[in-house]
């Protein structure tokens, strides 16, 4: 696999890496331990909604922080 492209595991996941603001993180870890819902399930359905809500994509696309 080259260089330029994440890693794929066997499970057809993919390794990356964001940046994200530390004091929502901070929060979000609370969150996370109380709801049960980890960073991963986050990603994965906050992506298949971006795909697949046109409501749930305008919607993030115009918040900001």
């Given at each position: ?26 929060e979000y870890k609370v ?35």
């Amino acid at each position: 696999s080259s260089d330029l492209f994440p890693s794929h595991d066997i499970k057809g996941r993919v390794l990356t890496s964001v940046k994200v603001d530390k004091e929502i993180f901070e929060e979000y870890k609370v969150a996370c331990v109380k709801y049960k819902f980890n960073f991963q399930k986050l990603a994965d359905r906050a992506m298949h909604l971006y795909l697949t809500d046109e409501d749930f994509r305008r919607k993030l696309n115009g918040h900001k922080l």
